[in-house]
């Protein structure tokens, strides 16, 4: 008897359900690189489950252009195209915006606070003698959403974590690599202003604040060359 037959549908379908969104959450922070080819029975084992919900966790993650199907039928991390991350980025920016601004006037007080929190978290790691890129990159993921849970507006953060999920492995390169960003402390400043902001209860402030996070690290990252540039012969610097 296989081990499909000894696993009860439904535990299966739980157990699928959990592994995908296990791999959601590796792709949002970044911990898997683009280009990393996937193992069905090395993923398998590292989460201890059955090949089965893995390869259907990663079938759903395909048909959502999270993963893709390498030409030798190996499961990979998507690499992006700069024209590609260009594109995300402008709809993270208009999405995200729209989150902020919202969140800015319906955020409780204890989702402040906890905001507030996750902020001076990110700020001392930061400051430290040698930074945590994986402790940053998940500081930073908390504290974004954080702000975009407080818009009470279920359908549109779906949305961002769908595009969260495409970008992430390339969206943390600067945190994880130790960049000027994190020496001049870019990001805290970003942060801050957006912490401000909501305190104040400014929609547009926060928005601007948001929008000047989102496109530093863009502009890094482009510049960092470490997008697949074979259309770049079609973008406008």
Do not use: C
């Not at 902001?197 to 547009?204: I, T, V």
């Amino acid at each position: 008897m296989s081990l499909s037959e000894l696993v009860p549908p439904k535990k299966r379908l739980t157990i699928s359900a959990d592994v995908y969104e296990q791999f959601k959450e590796l792709l949002m922070t970044g911990r898997m690189m683009p280009g990393e080819q996937l193992s069905l029975r090395t993923v398998a084992a590292a989460l201890g489950v059955s090949v089965m919900p893995v390869r259907e966790a990663m079938q759903r993650l395909v048909a959502e252009q999270a993963l893709e199907l390498s030409p030798n039928r190996a499961m990979r991390v998507p690499t992006m195209t700069v024209s590609q991350f260009r594109e995300i980025t402008s709809i993270r920016i208009n999405l995200e915006g729209v989150a902020t601004e919202r969140a800015a006037k319906s955020l409780s007080e204890a989702e402040l606070r906890r905001i507030v929190q996750l902020n001076e978290d990110f700020f001392e790691e930061m400051a430290s003698a040698s930074p945590n890129g994986a402790r940053l990159i998940t500081l930073n993921k908390e504290f974004h959403f954080a702000v975009y849970e407080g818009s009470r507006m279920p359908m549109l953060l779906q949305l961002i974590k769908a595009l969260w999920v495409r970008i992430g492995p390339i969206l943390n390169h600067d945190l994880r690599a130790g960049s000027a960003r994190i020496n001049e402390r870019v990001a805290v400043s970003h942060h801050s202003q957006l912490v401000d902001a909501l305190r104040r209860r400014d929609s547009e402030a926060a928005r601007i604040a948001l929008q000047g996070d989102i496109d530093s690290a863009a502009q890094f990252i482009i510049s960092a060359h470490v997008l697949v540039i074979a259309d770049s012969t079609n973008q406008s610097t």
